[in-house]
């Protein structure tokens, strides 16, 4: 949000110029982020979602920009109706990285950790066939190329501890069927993407317990990105 008085902030750059931001800066608004939690913890409160989302996505840059940066990608975070929250640009090659961001989730069924995620149109012609059958929205056309890879971001209860799973579009849209969601509370959503916290596992159905498990085997892998 763009302060009231005149030449009080900086306009937040678009994705065209996002690449002037360095990593201090990152680490700046990381560190804001985290004692803003803090604070609102004492007040027995929690960051809303899309605090939490930024947040994901902040950790996601700094991690490429460590990965990647020192091999000629420039990492660019994306802004508003951009297409992708993160774009790794190298000379005339463009690679957009969708970001997902989870706490802890409690839903009556254990504890785990949970995204949705939802087929968009694409323009690729020979994609064209390409529908799902949503029992509340219909028949929707989509497929999941508006990224070529995603970064599931798992954030623990204490803001300073994460966890990184790196998925290529490929591998989600061949799991799609698996990937389907299922569940009433979530509904909205074509898809979904569940993690345990390791401690204990969803009480959950047996087919999404293994899907879990093989999606738990993609925990930095970094290298996949390529």
Known sequence: MVSTYKNSYKIIPSVTNMNKVNVKDIKRAIADIEKLNLDLGRLDRRATPDIVGFYGELLAWKQLKSHFGWQGF???????????????EKKRRNLNVEIK??????????????????????KIKEHSNRTF??????????????FDFLIFVKIHKIFHKHDFY???????????QKLRNTHARFSSSTHRIILSDRKAIPRIQKRDLQMIKQMEKYQNKWKLIK
């Open 166 to 176: 790196i998925f290529p579009k490929d591998y989600l849209w061949q799991k799609r």
């Open 133 to 146: 059958s949503h029992p509340k929205r219909g028949l929707l056309k989509g497929d999941f190329c508006y």
């Open 101 to 122: 961001t989870s706490r802890l989730k409690d839903e009556g069924f254990g504890n785990w950790y949970g995204v949705a995620l939802n087929v968009k149109p694409c």
């Open 74 to 88: 420039n990492i660019i975070l994306g802004k508003g109706q951009s297409r992708a929250d993160i774009v790794m």
